[in-house]
């Protein structure tokens, strides 16, 4: 891959980080009068807890999730996400009078060995259910929806878009993959959906999106079942789009790219042609997240005890204690 890793440049508007600190330049602000090539643009981008950079031989954004603390969603992770689609919107606009786009694909992956997320913020569901913080948990669920979907209509600029998952991609780690137009598994790679093991259900996604890629029937049994399956199985039934070996991911993306740049305009426009059949509105995300909210303050101690299991276990993975996916016995 050709990458231009963070060079130094001086302009008039710096970055900033999620947290809103400065930490240097920021290139290509619409109304600045000029731009820079759009690979030295994204090198200067600076997020806490994500790493991008933009391969000009592919035309491919890639993002890597690279978070402080537990890889989960942490409201931290997903600001930056959704500043990191804010700049991917601002570069298309700032040359779309000129008819550049600055790439045509884009890969989410991450750079936790082993893990591409394991879902949503456990310990802090836990606190906000013990206080009654109905309004708390429909916010974090929010949020999380809106970049969601800002993921499934490609942030609205013509992109093709992919996750890739190298590792296990649990409960909102597997929403999140399912939001892109395709996903690239390696085979070792684990996905499921385990909320239902304390009482729970995915309430930022799954619901939607695996209904639209499988049927009503195959989705309830995926999510019912807490089951965590293997990137091969989710292969042999259509929802892992591109199987990879092991340590092969990034050339798989590559290799798909290669195959199918000349064909850019008509898959982009296949993709939005599926959304239109299949259409996944904000608001029916954000209509089940406040299912999913109002689900979550009814759980009782019992529930609230597997889930905080589930976060002590990824906090000991994290350490290098447990070597797989965590995982929760039914009761």
Known sequence: ????HKPTILTSEPARTSSGAEVGP????PGAGSFAPAHLEVAALRYDNLEVALDTEHRCF????????????????MQDISAMQSDIQRLFAARAQGGERPFDWFVMGSR???????????????????????AALRHYGHVAVEAIHRNHVAFDVPVVTMALVQGDALGGGFECALSYDLIVAEKSAKLGLPEILFNMFPGMGAVSFLAR???????????????????????????????????????????????????????YFAQKARRRVNPITIEELRDIVDLWAEAAINLGESDLRKMARLTAAQDRRMNGLTPAAPALAAE
Not at 1 to 4: A, I, N, Q, S, V
Not at 26 to 29: D, I, N, P, Q, Y
Not at 115 to 129: K, S
């Open 112 to 134: 936790v060995p082993g893990i591409f997320n394991l879902g949503g913020d456990l310990g802090l569901f836990g606190e906000l259910i013990r206080k009654g913080d109905l």
């Open 26 to 29: 920021r290139l290509g602000v």
């Open 1 to 4: 891959m050709t990458y231009l």
């Open 213 to 267: 890629r499988l049927d009503r029937a195959r989705a309830e049994k995926m999510i019912l079942s807490g089951r965590v399956y293997t990137a091969e199985e989710l292969h042999e039934m259509g929802v892992v789009d591109i199987l990879a070996e092991d340590g092969m991911g990034e050339a798989a993306v590559e290799e798909y790219i290669e195959r199918n740049t000349r064909k850019h305009n008509a898959l």
């Open 62 to 77: 890639w993002a890597w999730q690279r978070p402080t603390g537990r890889p989960s969603y942490t409201m931290a992770l």
